[in-house]
């Protein structure tokens, strides 16, 4: 993610190659909210990203790639997941018995991975459920980002191949 402060944004390009946003969005076959995503900076697919770069391409007549441009992708990011363990099933009606963790991840698969200490520490909790929170969440005066970029979590003490 680091490259990504050397290369140009969509909105420098944008500077020096004027461009209609629904146009451009209309001709990469992307929504136009994608392309406005893009140009700020937030995240967007990659399919997406090198529609749109496609059609800028044909645009500028230059040859623009997700190499020398800097657009922000999901993939560098991992969503917040809400891990809820509970003594009972849901179908129940007993007292429930809960707790909570939150862990950050690409998908379930990675978010049960990162779980594993936290719940050999609940055996007693024998009922999983995973929630993807993508928009984040508040309590009180604290907020809680949906997503992170993955150079924010430390991955080194992993050993599954993320």
């Known amino acids: 993610m680091h490259d990504r402060k ?11 190659f004027p461009f209609d946003v629904p146009d451009l969005a209309r001709t990469a076959r992307v929504e136009t909210g994608i392309v406005y995503q893009a140009l700020l ?28 441009v800097g657009i922000v992708l999901w993939e560098e990011y991992l969503t ?6 509970s003594a009972q099933s849901e179908e129940s009606e007993e007292e429930h018995t809960d707790a909570y963790h939150f862990v950050y991840a690409r998908d379930k698969l990675e978010a049960q991975f990162r779980a594993q200490i936290w719940l050999a520490q609940h055996l007693h909790l024998p009922t999983h459920t995973f929630t993807p929170c993508p928009n984040g969440f508040e309590i009180g005066p604290l907020r809680v980002p949906g997503i992170c970029p993955d150079e924010l979590v430390d991955t080194e003490t992993l050993p599954y191949p993320f």
Do not use: G, V, Y
């Open 6 to 16: 050397k290369k140009p944004t969509l909105e420098q390009i944008r500077t020096l």
């Open 41 to 68: 900076m937030r995240p967007i697919h990659r399919q997406d990203a090198e529609q749109i770069l496609l059609a800028l391409s044909t645009h500028t007549n230059l040859t623009l790639t997700l190499e020398n």
């Open 80 to 85: 917040l997941w809400l891990l809820r363990a």
